[in-house]
């Protein structure tokens, strides 16, 4: 088949942007083998062929550079910068893959090797993969917050924390929002303090028949290693029952689906209650 047009036509370039469902998570890239950025760390993908769609393609190339196949992607953006390769006007499509834990991989094809690295300590990268690596994380947060809402219609009526909690039975924790130099005093805080034993001046951790986590000092990056740790804390006191509040959703100003894809772990704890639709 045959095609002809008169006009310019840039080229079409699929990349595939793999990150894995892990508390750390971490990303799969590409060592570049030939120019240009020779050496540079890059996403795999490459040009689309004429008879695949943009998503067979990240896919295909995916396969073909690092050994690692899947089977399904998830569009992220169309990332058209006129001057983003030095080539020549190429557009190229971002597309999202998610799994488990890192798999065996190595630099195939035209890819001089391949390596996981932690989500959060990226090396320098080629042209705009930074870019698309942000927008990717921001689809990767939705569609785990979207699975952990899946997973929370399943939960059991008991497991969702009450909106108003006035007293705790003796092995109940009240968890709130605080912050770090521990000023209790307004909103869950404020509650956690005049009945529930928060101390003022402690901003972390277990005090009284409360928990503190902090949502003031920051985004949600700097709320999740708090969140973390308080997972942490439940799963290692299966005697208490945490009663999870909207924590960071009151005076931090945080909307819901920021928050609570930090508790997706939580889900998996029977002593731990989270807010409906969490």
Known sequence: MSYTYKYP?????????EIT???????????????????SWALPGGFMEMDE???????RE????????????HQVKTYSGVNRDPRGRIVTVASLAIIDKPQEVAGQ????????????????????HA???????????????????KTNSNMSGNRITPNMITSLKPN????????????????AARIAYEKFGAIMGQGVGLQ??????????????????YVDEFIDFAREHKELTFLVTRIGCGIAGFRDEEIAPLFAEAHALENVTLPRGW
């Open 62 to 73: 995916l396969e073909e550079e690092t050994g690692l196949k899947v089977t399904e992607v």
């Open 9 to 17: 036509r840039p080229a079409l370039t699929a990349d595939c942007v």
């Open 208 to 225: 009284g028949q409360s928990y503190g986590i902090p949502t003031m000092h920051g985004g949600v990056n700097e709320i999740k290693p």
């Open 131 to 149: 870019d698309i690596i942000r927008d990717a994380k921001v689809l990767y947060d939705h569609i785990l917050y979207f699975q952990s809402q």
């Open 172 to 187: 109940e924790v009240f968890v709130f929002g605080s912050n770090l130099k521990g000023m209790h005093g307004g909103g």
């Open 53 to 59: 769609t943009v998503e067979q393609c990240a896919m």
């Open 21 to 39: 469902r892990e508390k750390q998570p971490s990303i799969l890239l590409k060592q570049r083998g030939n120019e240009p950025f020779k050496g």
């Open 109 to 128: 094809d035209d890819a001089a090797g391949a390596k996981w690295f932690p989500l959060d300590a990226l090396p320098p990268l080629a042209a705009d």
